[in-house]
């Protein structure tokens, strides 16, 4: 087996940019369990807070209330509470933010804060 197809086998989970702020999991992983992925060239590890299913998130930075939540580069939404390295990042703690009717013009949205 090769280094690189060795280090892939070991990832449970993938971040595709350097601004994200989840990670996506790539098969089920039980609380208390390490989460393994790479991040800017770089093999970093994570313990669950939560047991969670193949193909959702985990947040691998600190995310406050508001702040954007950034996955493959992209604002996907905005954490609706304080979400910790560890946590599941699901409907439970993030919302919406494009196309939101409920935004005074002017008000703001969040956009593109990493």
């Given amino acids: ?25 790539l098969q089920a992983i039980e609380s208390g369990d390490v989460a393994q992925f790479i991040l800017n060239g770089e093999k970093q590890e994570l313990m669950l807070k ?9 947040a691998i930075k600190s995310i406050s209330k508001g702040e954007n939540v950034v996955k493959y580069g992209q604002v996907i939404g905005a954490a609706s509470t304080d979400i910790t390295p560890g946590e599941h990042v699901h409907v439970h703690n993030i919302e919406g ?18």
């Fill in 1 to 25: 087996m090769t280094d690189l197809a060795h280090i892939e086998k070991e990832n449970t989970s993938i971040v595709m940019s350097e601004v994200d702020n989840v990670a996506t999991l």
């Fill in 50 to 58: 939560q047991a969670i299913p193949f193909g959702h998130k985990i």
């Fill in 97 to 114: 933010i494009r196309g939101r009717g409920d935004k005074a013009k002017g008000e703001k949205t969040n956009e593109h804060t990493y």
